[in-house]
């Protein structure tokens, strides 16, 4: 018997063998989710990819790649204005469908338990399936903007790389929190399907990744800046563009606190049980 397998045997009852972080749970929970979706990654990678690609190729078709929108007092080409925009939607819309479909698919197919039962402590679930979210989002970026590379009369090379990443993965995460917390309420697909077509579409579409917000009515300017996506566009776009519709730091700074406070509720909610418990 060697030593690890001692120290299992001897722990005395009630006293927990693993003290601080569950590495090996964790890992095997983010992986175990990882390839959930990989087995159909025509799905749920390359689909979002091409339909992406899709939009951009409607709309500088539509109204002219090299037609110029004036960002912040620049003028930037369509094509390249709303490239950005397209890839960090993708990204946050794949990051809330793979959150959302965690914990609902286990409620609905009678599986939660094994959410629920391993030794992992409420933050490590929501690490691993925060992770794999964020995951899935990053994978369809690549794919996106790898495609984008080669799309003719588009530049996407980033100029603030920092921005790029902060603002991918602050919106991929605040798109994660938000599908956790979808799938702990609903109770069926159709639910999970309501706020995605009703909360999330919207939001995307009405976030400044198609046009400059300077553009709208003053009415309009200021509900739009009430659009916590409008930042995560507004950023992303300023990492490879070099100028936003919003200030940066700011925008930066404010979906740093929305996710702190979006963790502490999915925390919350989880650690209780909500709607998971019977």
Not at 26 to 36: A, D, F, I, N, Q
Not at 51 to 80: H, Q
Not at 190 to 205: E, G, K
Request: proline share 4%.
């Amino acid at each position: 018997m060697d030593s690890q397998t001692s120290k299992w045997v001897q722990a005395d009852p009630g006293v927990p063998v693993i003290r601080n972080v569950n590495w090996g749970g964790l890992k095997t929970l983010y992986v175990k989710e990882v390839r959930r979706f990989f087995k159909v990654q025509l799905q749920t990678i390359w689909a979002p990819a091409v339909t992406t690609m899709l939009f951009l190729a409607i709309f500088t078709m539509a109204l002219g790649a090299r037609r110029e929108v004036n960002l912040a007092g620049t003028g930037i080409a369509f094509a390249d204005f709303i490239a950005p925009g397209l890839i960090v939607m993708g990204m946050i819309q794949n990051s809330f469908a793979n959150a959302s479909f965690s914990l609902l698919i286990g409620k609905i197919q009678g599986t939660i338990v094994d959410y629920l039962m391993p030794p992992l402590s409420t933050m490590e679930l929501i690490a691993a399936l925060l992770g794999a979210a964020v995951t899935r989002a990053v994978l369809v970026g690549i794919a996106v903007w790898g495609a984008m590379l080669l799309w003719p009369g588009v530049h996407v090379w980033p100029q603030h790389l920092w921005a790029v990443v902060w603002f991918g993965l602050m919106g991929s995460v605040m798109l994660g929190f938000l599908g956790l917390l979808t799938s702990m309420w609903a109770e069926k697909f159709d639910h999970a399907a309501a706020v995605t077509n009703f909360v999330v579409a919207p939001l995307s579409l009405l976030s400044g990744t198609f046009y400059s917000i300077d553009a709208l009515a003053p009415a309009f300017r200021t509900i739009s800046h009430a659009n916590p996506f409008f930042y995560v566009i507004s950023g992303f776009r300023y990492g490879f563009v070099g100028a936003a519709d919003s200030p940066v730091l700011f925008g930066a700074g404010l979906l740093l606190a929305i996710n702190v406070g979006l963790a502490a509720l999915c925390y919350l909610l989880l650690k209780r049980g909500w709607r998971i418990r019977s």
